[in-house]
C-alpha cells in the first residue's frame, strides 16, 4: 500500500525522487567523514580538498560547495549569498553545489531577519571565494614555476595567458590545500568590470524544486518512526490548563496519547505557550483527537484584555505628553502661539503574518541529544530554547534549516520547535507538532497595534512651522519583559525618531502601553504603522494647502542633507553612520524618480480613479511608491498599477530584489485591505483566511514596476523596504479617487473592500 | 477498502474513510508536493487533479476518491516538466514557493480546459489559490507564457 520501503535510519522520507538541486536534508550527504571527527555538524564544504573557509570548500572534481548559513524564506538569499562567493571565486555557477548550514554559531548569526543578509555577510562572502582563489592561483604558479601575479582566472579555471597554460580548479584543489590560508589583507577583490553575477543576479538554486515538489519544507520533513502532534493551547496569553478529559481524544482511530506541555515561566520569549498536545499516527488523527479534548482553562491575567477597548486606551495616551525621543526645536512654544493647526489620529491594528506554511517542526531526543528539522529563520535561537527546555547542553541541540513556506519575521521566533522537542523528550520518539492555520493564526507573535497622534502647525503655503508627533504600541521587548511598555531604539528608529523633514520645529514621542498578546516582528514592523501615519499626514496637510502631494512631500523632504541625530539614540538597523549615513538627497532622488516613472501629473485618471505617493527609508534602503487605483460605487478597490523606485546601494541580485518589491506591493495590499487581528477577553478572534484574509490575484496589484536605481553604495536591504511607502501610498490614492481619507487600518472601517 | 489510482498507480486505503485525500497523500502515501495551507479548502496549496479536475485535497475525504484517478505535482508529467512548469521557471514565478505547487496544478487543470484565457478568466480561475509572497503577476504572466506554449 505505501511506497515508502526500506528506508534507512537517519534518512529522510522523501516520498519521491531527491531532486538535483533541491534542498536536501539530513546528514546523509557525507559519505566520508573523517574518523575521529566527532564533529556533528560538518559540510561537504568541511569535507572538501580545498577547505579555506567554512563558508566553501572544493573538490578535485571541481564541484564547489558554497554553504547557505541563512534561512531561505523566498528572498533568494540562499542563492544570492553564494553567488557573491562564486564571483570572486570566479567559479563557473553550474559547478556550485549549495548546502544548507544547520545552526552553528561559527557561521557567525544566522537570524534572518531585518533584510540584512546581504548587506551583512556580503564582504564576508567576497572573502571567502577570493581566498580560495588566491589559493588556486599560488598553486598553479607553483606548478608552472611562473609569478603569481602573471596568472588570472577565468572560469574555473586557472590560467597564465603568455605561456598559453590552464589547469581546472579540480585539478588544482589538492595542490592548493597545502598552502597557507592568505590574511585577507593579501586579497585582491575582484573589480567590478570583472563581476560575473553580482549585479546580473541568478533565479534560485531551488528553482527547479520549487516547481516539482521536490523542495523540502519544515512542513514536509519526515524521518522514520515519526509521530504527529497538535496542540490545544491557552486561548488567552498567560493562560494554563486546570484540568483535562482526554478519553474520547485517545478513542479517535490512530490517536496514540495526550501529553500536556507546561505553561511558560515569566516573559513568554521563545517557550512554549503550553496547552495539551494530542500525538498520532498521521497529522489529521492529531487534529481529529485534539478536537475531542475537553479542557478546562484558568485564563489568567490577560482576560481582561479586549482590542476595542485597548484602542480608546492607545489613543488616550496619544493625546497627551509622552516621552520625548527626538526634539528640534521648541515646538510647544510655536503651538502656544495659536494660529492654524491640522492633527489627525492613525491607527494600524494587530497583523497575523499567515505565512503559506503554517508554524511546523519536527524533533527528536534521543541519547540526551536533539536533533530538530525545522523552517527556523534563527537556527541558533532554536538551539538556546531547546537547550533551556530539555536542560541540555547547546552542542547537544543540532538544528537543521529547511525551506521556509515564507516566514515574514513569525519563523525567526522558535517557540515552535521547542514544543517539539519537549514533546519528543516526553514521548521518546520523534515528534512533529503540525499547528492548523488556526494555530498559526491565533498564536502568532503581532505585529504591534499602533495609535498615532500628529499635529502640525502650519505657516506659509501650508508648511508646517512646528509638528508633533507621537506614537503608542506595545513593544516586541515586552516578550521578554511583560513590564516593558515603552518603544525600544531599535523599533522607535523605524520610520519615527528619523522622520527625515526639513523642520525647525520637531518633538517626537513615544507613549507607554502593556502587551497582553505576544508582539513580534512582522516585515517591514513599526516601519509599517509609522510611514503609514507620516506619509498619509503628510498628504492631508498637502491637501489642506491645496497643494500637489509631490511638490508638498518634495518640499518637506526639503534639500539634499546628512540628517543629524546628535542626542538621538538612533541605531540605524545596526550600521555605522558613517557607511550608510541618512541622505535626505537619496529619498529625495528616487521620489522624483517615481514621480517621472509613474507619469505623475502628466496621465488623466477618471471618475473612481486616483493615485498616490509616498516615500520613506527603512532598512537602509530608500523608497518612493505611487499607487494608482480605482474605487467603484460599491467600494471596491482595484490596483492596476503601481510604480515603485528604490535605492539599496549595490544589489547583488536585481531580479530576486524584483521579486520582493512586487511581493512587498501584495503584502501591502493585504494590510490596507484587510489586515486586523481583533481579541475579546484575551482570545484571538481570527482563525483562518475567512477572517484574516489576504489578498488574492484578482485584488493583488495587476502590475507592478520595480525600477532600481543603479548605486555604488554599500548595499542596503530589500525584503522589508517596500511594504512601509506601499501602504500609505495606496491609503493617499484612495483618498485622491474618493475623497475618504484613511486613518484606521483596515479599509473596511471605511465600508471599502 | 477504498480502492483509487494516484499518479498512475493502484492504491487501496483500509484507514479511515473520512480522512482528507491531502493527510493520505502526504502521511501515507509520503507525497509532499502537495501542501497544507489552511485545511478548509480557503488556499489552494494543497491543489490535485481528480479525475483531472482541479480539486482541494485538504476537503476532499477518501471516501470521495473511491474509483478515481488522483493526479499530484509527482505525476503532473512523466517525462522532465510540464509545460506549466516550464513556464513558472521562465518567468522565476516562486518565492518561498510553497503554494506554487497548488498554484501549478490549478493552472494546468484550468489551461486543459481554456487554451487562450483572458486576464479576467485566469485571475477568476486563480483567485482560490492564495500567494502570500505576491507572486500573483508573475502567475498570470506564466499562465499566459504556457497558454501560448500549449497552443
Given at each position: 500500500m505505501s511506497t515508502i520501503a526500506n528506508v534507512s535510519r537517519r534518512r529522510f522520507l522523501t516520498g519521491g525522487v531527491i531532486a538535483a538541486g533541491a534542498l536536501v536534508l539530513g546528514v546523509h550527504y557525507y559519505p566520508k567523514l573523517l574518523s575521529g571527527d566527532k564533529l556533528p555538524h560538518d559540510t561537504n564544504a568541511d569535507h572538501a580538498t580545498l577547505h579555506p573557509s567554512v563558508y566553501l570548500g572544493i573538490n578535485p572534481d571541481g564541484t564547489v560547495w558554497i554553504v547557505a548559513h541563512r534561512s531561505e524564506m523566498g528572498t533568494t538569499s540562499r542563492t544570492t549569498l553564494p553567488l557573491v562567493v562564486a564571483d570572486e571565486l570566479d567559479a563557473d555557477w553550474k559547478r556550485v553545489r549549495i548546502e544548507q548550514a544547520i545552526g552553528d554559531k561559527r557561521y557567525g548569526d544566522q537570524n534572518t531577519d531585518g533584510s540584512h543578509s546581504i548587506r551583512s555577510y556580503y564582504d564576508a562572502m567576497r572573502e571567502a571565494g577570493a581566498t580560495a582563489r588566491f589559493m588556486l592561483i599560488q598553486a598553479a604558479a607553483h606548478e608552472w614555476g611562473?609569478?603569481?601575479?602573471?596568472c588570472d582566472t577565468d572560469l574555473h579555471v586557472v590560467v597564465h595567458r603568455s605561456t598559453n597554460r590552464s589547469a581546472g580548479y579540480g585539478e588544482l584543489a589538492s595542490a592548493a590545500a597545502k598552502l597557507p590560508v592568505p590574511d585577507k589583507r593579501e586579497l585582491k577583490l575582484k573589480q567590478k568590470s570583472t563581476w560575473r553575477y553580482i549585479g546580473k543576479g541568478e533565479v534560485s538554486y531551488d528553482l527547479e524544486a520549487l516547481v516539482s515538489g521536490k523542495a523540502i519544507y519544515g512542513m514536509d520533513a519526515r524521518v522514520e518512526g515519526m509521530v504527529y502532534a497538535s496542540v490545544e493551547r491557552p486561548p488567552v496569553l498567560g493562560g494554563k490548563v486546570k484540568s483535562y478529559d482526554d478519553k474520547d481524544a485517545l478513542k479517535v482511530a490512530g490517536v496514540r496519547q495526550t501529553v500536556p506541555i507546561d505553561p511558560f515561566q515569566g516573559a513568554p520569549a521563545f517557550q512554549p505557550l503550553g496547552g495539551v498536545a494530542v500525538i498520532a499516527d498521521n497529522t489529521w488523527a492529531a487534529f481529529e483527537g485534539r478536537k475531542k479534548l475537553k479542557i478546562s482553562w484558568d485564563n489568567g491575567a490577560n482576560e481582561t484584555y479586549n482590542s476595542d477597548q485597548y484602542k480608546n486606551e492607545l489613543r488616550e495616551t496619544s493625546h497627551s505628553p509622552c516621552k520625548v525621543v527626538r526634539n528640534i526645536g521648541d515646538a510647544g512654544a510655536v503651538f502656544a502661539k495659536g494660529g492654524k493647526v491640522y492633527e489627525a489620529d492613525y491607527y494600524v491594528p494587530l497583523l497575523a503574518?499567515?505565512?503559506?506554511?503554517?508554524v511546523v517542526a519536527l524533533a527528536e531526543f534521543k541519547d540526551g541529544k536533539a536533533t530538530l528539522w525545522a523552517p527556523t529563520q534563527n537556527p541558533q535561537a532554536a538551539q538556546d530554547i531547546v537547550s533551556k527546555e530539555l536542560g541540555i547542553p547547546k552542542e547537544d541541540v543540532i538544528c537543521h534549516v529547511t525551506l521556509l513556506g515564507g516566514g515574514f519575521g513569525r519563523k525567526s521566533k522558535p517557540d515552535y520547535v521547542a514544543e517539539a522537542a519537549v514533546l519528543s523528550k516526553k514521548t521518546g520518539r520523534p515528534v512533529k507538532v503540525v499547528w492548523t492555520r488556526e494555530d498559526d493564526i491565533k498564536f502568532d507573535y503581532y505585529n504591534a497595534v499602533a495609535s498615532m497622534y500628529m499635529k502640525a502647525a502650519l505657516g506659509a503655503h501650508g508648511k508646517p512651522t512646528a509638528w508633533l508627533q507621537r506614537s503608542v504600541f506595545p513593544p516586541i521587548p515586552s516578550i521578554f519583559d511583560v513590564n516593558t511598555v515603552y518603544g525600544d531604539p531599535g523599533h522607535l528608529q523605524q520610520g519615527w525618531t528619523d522622520i527625515p523633514y526639513d523642520l525647525s520645529n520637531l518633538r517626537v514621542e513615544n507613549g507607554p502601553a502593556k502587551a497582553h498578546v505576544r508582539i513580534g516582528w512582522l516585515r517591514s514592523v513599526a516601519n509599517i504603522y509609522h510611514a503609514f501615519a507620516i506619509q498619509c499626514f503628510t498628504d492631508e496637510l498637502a491637501h489642506a494647502a491645496g497643494r500637489d502631494p509631490l511638490d508638498y512631500l518634495l518640499d518637506l523632504i526639503g534639500n539634499p542633507r546628512t540628517i543629524d541625530f546628535k542626542g538621538v539614540e538612533y541605531p540605524n538597523y545596526g550600521a555605522s553612520m558613517d557607511a550608510y549615513p541618512w541622505e535626505t538627497g537619496r529619498l529625495r532622488h528616487v521620489t522624483e524618480m517615481v514621480a517621472e516613472k509613474s507619469g505623475w501629473g502628466k496621465r488623466k485618471h477618471g471618475k473612481g480613479t486616483g493615485v498616490g505617493i509616498a516615500a520613506h527609508r527603512s532598512f537602509l534602503t530608500y523608497v518612493a511608491t505611487v499607487v494608482e487605483v480605482e474605487v467603484n460605487d460599491q467600494g471596491e478597490v482595484r490596483i492596476p498599477r503601481v510604480d515603485t523606485v528604490l535605492d539599496a546601494g549595490l544589489v547583488v541580485n536585481p531580479e530576486a530584489t524584483r521579486a520582493q518589491f512586487e511581493g512587498a506591493a501584495v503584502f501591502g495590499t493585504s494590510v490596507v485591505r484587510s489586515g486586523e487581528i481583533t481579541a475579546t477577553k484575551g482570545a484571538i478572534n481570527q482563525s483562518n483566511f475567512q477572517d484574516y484574509p489576504v489578498a488574492r490575484i484578482t485584488e493583488a496589484p495587476y502590475q507592478t514596476n520595480v525600477h532600481i536605481v543603479e548605486s555604488d553604495a554599500p548595499p542596503a536591504g530589500v525584503g522589508e523596504p517596500g511594504v512601509p511607502p506601499f501602504v500609505a501610498a495606496l491609503c493617499n490614492a484612495i483618498f485622491d479617487a474618493t475623497g475618504k481619507r484613511v486613518r484606521d487600518l483596515p479599509i473596511t472601517k471605511l465600508g471599502l473592500s | 477498502m477504498i480502492q483509487l489510482k494516484v499518479n498512475g498507480a493502484e492504491q487501496s486505503f483500509n484507514g479511515e474513510p473520512e480522512m482528507p485525500l491531502l493527510w493520505y497523500l502526504r502521511d501515507v502515501l509520503g507525497l509532499t508536493g502537495s501542501k497544507f495551507g489552511c485545511g478548509v479548502g480557503l488556499c489552494g496549496a494543497c491543489t490535485v487533479h481528480v479525475n483531472g479536475q482541479a480539486t482541494r485535497?485538504?476537503?476532499?475525504?477518501?471516501?470521495?476518491?473511491?474509483?478515481k484517478e488522483v493526479t499530484t505535482i509527482e505525476g503532473l508529467e512523466k517525462n522532465g516538466l510540464h509545460a506549466v512548469q516550464k513556464a513558472w521557471m521562465q518567468i522565476n514565478v516562486p518565492q518561498c514557493g510553497y503554494c506554487q505547487v497548488g498554484q501549478i496544478m490549478q493552472a494546468a487543470a484550468f489551461l486543459d480546459s481554456k487554451k487562450k484565457p483572458t486576464d479576467h478568466e485566469i485571475d477568476d480561475a486563480m483567485s482560490g489559490n492564495l500567494c502570500r509572497c505576491g507572486t500573483d503577476q508573475r502567475i498570470r504572466a506564466a499562465i499566459k507564457a504556457a497558454a501560448e506554449e500549449m497552443a
Amino acid at each position: 500500500m505505501s511506497t515508502i520501503a526500506n528506508v534507512s535510519r537517519r534518512r529522510f522520507l522523501t516520498g519521491g525522487v531527491i531532486a538535483a538541486g533541491a534542498l536536501v536534508l539530513g546528514v546523509h550527504y557525507y559519505p566520508k567523514l573523517l574518523s575521529g571527527d566527532k564533529l556533528p555538524h560538518d559540510t561537504n564544504a568541511d569535507h572538501a580538498t580545498l577547505h579555506p573557509s567554512v563558508y566553501l570548500g572544493i573538490n578535485p572534481d571541481g564541484t564547489v560547495w558554497i554553504v547557505a548559513h541563512r534561512s531561505e524564506m523566498g528572498t533568494t538569499s540562499r542563492t544570492t549569498l553564494p553567488l557573491v562567493v562564486a564571483d570572486e571565486l570566479d567559479a563557473d555557477w553550474k559547478r556550485v553545489r549549495i548546502e544548507q548550514a544547520i545552526g552553528d554559531k561559527r557561521y557567525g548569526d544566522q537570524n534572518t531577519d531585518g533584510s540584512h543578509s546581504i548587506r551583512s555577510y556580503y564582504d564576508a562572502m567576497r572573502e571567502a571565494g577570493a581566498t580560495a582563489r588566491f589559493m588556486l592561483i599560488q598553486a598553479a604558479a607553483h606548478e608552472w614555476g611562473v609569478p603569481a601575479a602573471e596568472c588570472d582566472t577565468d572560469l574555473h579555471v586557472v590560467v597564465h595567458r603568455s605561456t598559453n597554460r590552464s589547469a581546472g580548479y579540480g585539478e588544482l584543489a589538492s595542490a592548493a590545500a597545502k598552502l597557507p590560508v592568505p590574511d585577507k589583507r593579501e586579497l585582491k577583490l575582484k573589480q567590478k568590470s570583472t563581476w560575473r553575477y553580482i549585479g546580473k543576479g541568478e533565479v534560485s538554486y531551488d528553482l527547479e524544486a520549487l516547481v516539482s515538489g521536490k523542495a523540502i519544507y519544515g512542513m514536509d520533513a519526515r524521518v522514520e518512526g515519526m509521530v504527529y502532534a497538535s496542540v490545544e493551547r491557552p486561548p488567552v496569553l498567560g493562560g494554563k490548563v486546570k484540568s483535562y478529559d482526554d478519553k474520547d481524544a485517545l478513542k479517535v482511530a490512530g490517536v496514540r496519547q495526550t501529553v500536556p506541555i507546561d505553561p511558560f515561566q515569566g516573559a513568554p520569549a521563545f517557550q512554549p505557550l503550553g496547552g495539551v498536545a494530542v500525538i498520532a499516527d498521521n497529522t489529521w488523527a492529531a487534529f481529529e483527537g485534539r478536537k475531542k479534548l475537553k479542557i478546562s482553562w484558568d485564563n489568567g491575567a490577560n482576560e481582561t484584555y479586549n482590542s476595542d477597548q485597548y484602542k480608546n486606551e492607545l489613543r488616550e495616551t496619544s493625546h497627551s505628553p509622552c516621552k520625548v525621543v527626538r526634539n528640534i526645536g521648541d515646538a510647544g512654544a510655536v503651538f502656544a502661539k495659536g494660529g492654524k493647526v491640522y492633527e489627525a489620529d492613525y491607527y494600524v491594528p494587530l497583523l497575523a503574518h499567515a505565512s503559506m506554511e503554517p508554524v511546523v517542526a519536527l524533533a527528536e531526543f534521543k541519547d540526551g541529544k536533539a536533533t530538530l528539522w525545522a523552517p527556523t529563520q534563527n537556527p541558533q535561537a532554536a538551539q538556546d530554547i531547546v537547550s533551556k527546555e530539555l536542560g541540555i547542553p547547546k552542542e547537544d541541540v543540532i538544528c537543521h534549516v529547511t525551506l521556509l513556506g515564507g516566514g515574514f519575521g513569525r519563523k525567526s521566533k522558535p517557540d515552535y520547535v521547542a514544543e517539539a522537542a519537549v514533546l519528543s523528550k516526553k514521548t521518546g520518539r520523534p515528534v512533529k507538532v503540525v499547528w492548523t492555520r488556526e494555530d498559526d493564526i491565533k498564536f502568532d507573535y503581532y505585529n504591534a497595534v499602533a495609535s498615532m497622534y500628529m499635529k502640525a502647525a502650519l505657516g506659509a503655503h501650508g508648511k508646517p512651522t512646528a509638528w508633533l508627533q507621537r506614537s503608542v504600541f506595545p513593544p516586541i521587548p515586552s516578550i521578554f519583559d511583560v513590564n516593558t511598555v515603552y518603544g525600544d531604539p531599535g523599533h522607535l528608529q523605524q520610520g519615527w525618531t528619523d522622520i527625515p523633514y526639513d523642520l525647525s520645529n520637531l518633538r517626537v514621542e513615544n507613549g507607554p502601553a502593556k502587551a497582553h498578546v505576544r508582539i513580534g516582528w512582522l516585515r517591514s514592523v513599526a516601519n509599517i504603522y509609522h510611514a503609514f501615519a507620516i506619509q498619509c499626514f503628510t498628504d492631508e496637510l498637502a491637501h489642506a494647502a491645496g497643494r500637489d502631494p509631490l511638490d508638498y512631500l518634495l518640499d518637506l523632504i526639503g534639500n539634499p542633507r546628512t540628517i543629524d541625530f546628535k542626542g538621538v539614540e538612533y541605531p540605524n538597523y545596526g550600521a555605522s553612520m558613517d557607511a550608510y549615513p541618512w541622505e535626505t538627497g537619496r529619498l529625495r532622488h528616487v521620489t522624483e524618480m517615481v514621480a517621472e516613472k509613474s507619469g505623475w501629473g502628466k496621465r488623466k485618471h477618471g471618475k473612481g480613479t486616483g493615485v498616490g505617493i509616498a516615500a520613506h527609508r527603512s532598512f537602509l534602503t530608500y523608497v518612493a511608491t505611487v499607487v494608482e487605483v480605482e474605487v467603484n460605487d460599491q467600494g471596491e478597490v482595484r490596483i492596476p498599477r503601481v510604480d515603485t523606485v528604490l535605492d539599496a546601494g549595490l544589489v547583488v541580485n536585481p531580479e530576486a530584489t524584483r521579486a520582493q518589491f512586487e511581493g512587498a506591493a501584495v503584502f501591502g495590499t493585504s494590510v490596507v485591505r484587510s489586515g486586523e487581528i481583533t481579541a475579546t477577553k484575551g482570545a484571538i478572534n481570527q482563525s483562518n483566511f475567512q477572517d484574516y484574509p489576504v489578498a488574492r490575484i484578482t485584488e493583488a496589484p495587476y502590475q507592478t514596476n520595480v525600477h532600481i536605481v543603479e548605486s555604488d553604495a554599500p548595499p542596503a536591504g530589500v525584503g522589508e523596504p517596500g511594504v512601509p511607502p506601499f501602504v500609505a501610498a495606496l491609503c493617499n490614492a484612495i483618498f485622491d479617487a474618493t475623497g475618504k481619507r484613511v486613518r484606521d487600518l483596515p479599509i473596511t472601517k471605511l465600508g471599502l473592500s | 477498502m477504498i480502492q483509487l489510482k494516484v499518479n498512475g498507480a493502484e492504491q487501496s486505503f483500509n484507514g479511515e474513510p473520512e480522512m482528507p485525500l491531502l493527510w493520505y497523500l502526504r502521511d501515507v502515501l509520503g507525497l509532499t508536493g502537495s501542501k497544507f495551507g489552511c485545511g478548509v479548502g480557503l488556499c489552494g496549496a494543497c491543489t490535485v487533479h481528480v479525475n483531472g479536475q482541479a480539486t482541494r485535497s485538504c476537503v476532499t475525504v477518501m471516501r470521495a476518491t473511491a474509483g478515481k484517478e488522483v493526479t499530484t505535482i509527482e505525476g503532473l508529467e512523466k517525462n522532465g516538466l510540464h509545460a506549466v512548469q516550464k513556464a513558472w521557471m521562465q518567468i522565476n514565478v516562486p518565492q518561498c514557493g510553497y503554494c506554487q505547487v497548488g498554484q501549478i496544478m490549478q493552472a494546468a487543470a484550468f489551461l486543459d480546459s481554456k487554451k487562450k484565457p483572458t486576464d479576467h478568466e485566469i485571475d477568476d480561475a486563480m483567485s482560490g489559490n492564495l500567494c502570500r509572497c505576491g507572486t500573483d503577476q508573475r502567475i498570470r504572466a506564466a499562465i499566459k507564457a504556457a497558454a501560448e506554449e500549449m497552443a
